[in-house]
């Protein structure tokens, strides 16, 4: 019968039995493993040197959890400022003056776009940030981009990037979107980049989300009394 044992029946011992070094110091001064530079070391080294290793690799991730962590601090601020200024905006105009203000100039973005879906609303109206279409024509320019509810990110087609970005001297090439619903489609918030591969499908949309489910609230009761009141001032237009 062959008693010798493997490394792999050693391996298992020590593994069963972590004290077993506890009162042979002896032996382990004289067990040796091989170093990077070459010469052979003890175990006691390789250990400290392990440890080492280990709190290196430690300090690097808490260093990018803090980095991390003051990121997101500073987009909170920036989405609740922004959230602020949608809150006191009193028509569609201020509201999508405040969100293109705040995206371009807060965030440092180069583009956003409020785009109200609606065949009740003047299709074709842009003022700013703010576009208004039909179902029709968002359904088909978007529609495969539309039936989520969470944020959408990445270079999209030139048509798409177009369609919600248009009219602009500088072609948007990287986009995020989040549809804006409530018990139907609003609208949907989109913000945008020059440089290709600034939003992709594996960045973090927190922000967007938490101003879209903002946005989805607060449009209803803004496009309602928009339709109470543009008939109004076109009457009154039209008497003069």
Do not use: W
């Not at 208004?132 to 990445?154: P, Y």
């Not at 591969?197 to 879209?212: E, H, K, P, R, V």
């Amino acid at each position: 019968m062959d008693a010798t044992l493997t490394a792999e029946q050693v391996a298992e011992y020590l593994q069963n039995n972590p004290d077993f070094f506890v009162g042979r110091d002896e032996l382990l001064r004289s067990l040796t493993l091989p170093h990077d530079s070459g010469r052979a070391i003890s175990l006691v080294e390789r250990q400290v040197h392990l440890y080492r290793e280990q709190r290196d690799t430690l300090r690097h991730e808490l260093v990018e959890l803090v980095s991390i962590a003051r990121h997101n601090d500073r987009l909170f601020e920036k989405s609740k400022r922004l959230l602020m200024q949608v809150i006191e905006a009193r028509n569609l105009t201020e509201m999508a003056s405040a969100i293109d203000d705040s995206i371009r100039g807060d965030f440092g973005l180069d583009a956003a776009s409020l785009m109200l879906v609606g065949d009740s609303l003047p299709a074709g109206s842009t003022t700013g940030a703010l576009h208004v279409v039909t179902e029709e024509e968002a359904d088909k320019q978007l529609g495969s981009l539309l039936g989520g509810e969470r944020a959408v990110c990445g270079q999209f087609r030139e048509t798409d990037r177009n369609f919600l970005f248009p009219g602009r001297d500088e072609p948007v090439a990287s986009v995020a979107l989040v549809p804006l619903r409530t018990d139907r489609l609003v609208g949907v918030f989109a913000v945008g980049s020059c440089q290709p591969g600034y939003f992709d499908q594996s960045m973090g949309s927190l922000f967007l989300s938490y101003i879209s489910d903002t946005l989805s609230r607060l449009l209803p009761p803004l496009l309602q009394r928009h339709r109470q009141v543009e008939p109004v001032l076109d009457a009154v237009a039209e008497s003069r």
